[in-house]
């Protein structure tokens, strides 16, 4: 079973840690990575950029209209992910209670089964 567990990240709150607590949670995404790539369970992980560096589309008259920044406002936004393949939603869990950021408050974690994929999922 497909799961995507994403990070919902809080800069204020990211901001507030020491350097200390930072590394911690770049050691901590490192180790579980090296996990799951053992465990065969990851597929793959992304982080994203800053909302401020996305643009929004849409399109009116039949013409894209582009803007800058996040379509959401809000103080917590997507930071990444990992989409992993394991037994059952208990190990997404598992897994996800492995990622740092969960025992940061202010920071999510979420855990969601994956209904449809296409595409290279290799990347």
Request: with cysteine; glycine share 8%; hydrophobic share 45%.
């Given at each position: 079973?497909?799961?995507l567990i994403s990070l919902h990240i809080n800069p204020a709150?990211?901001?507030a840690l020491t350097d200390e607590e930072k590394a911690a949670i770049g050691d901590g995404h490192g180790?579980?990575?090296?996990?799951m790539k053992a465990s065969g369970e990851l597929i793959?992980?992304?982080?994203?950029a800053d909302p401020s560096q996305a643009a929004v589309?849409?399109?009116r008259n039949d013409q894209p209209v582009v803007t800058d920044?996040?379509?959401l406002e809000?103080?917590?936004?997507?930071?990444?992910?990992?989409l992993v393949d394991c037994e059952n939603k208990e190990r997404a869990?598992?897994?996800a209670a492995q990622i740092p950021d969960t025992r940061i408050p202010g920071l999510g974690v979420e855990v969601r089964q994956v209904m449809f994929a296409d595409g290279n999922l290799d990347a």
């Amino acid at each position: 079973m497909r799961f995507l567990i994403s990070l919902h990240i809080n800069p204020a709150v990211l901001d507030a840690l020491t350097d200390e607590e930072k590394a911690a949670i770049g050691d901590g995404h490192g180790k579980l990575l090296e996990a799951m790539k053992a465990s065969g369970e990851l597929i793959t992980t992304l982080a994203l950029a800053d909302p401020s560096q996305a643009a929004v589309v849409s399109v009116r008259n039949d013409q894209p209209v582009v803007t800058d920044g996040p379509f959401l406002e809000a103080k917590e936004f997507l930071g990444g992910f990992y989409l992993v393949d394991c037994e059952n939603k208990e190990r997404a869990i598992e897994l996800a209670a492995q990622i740092p950021d969960t025992r940061i408050p202010g920071l999510g974690v979420e855990v969601r089964q994956v209904m449809f994929a296409d595409g290279n999922l290799d990347a």
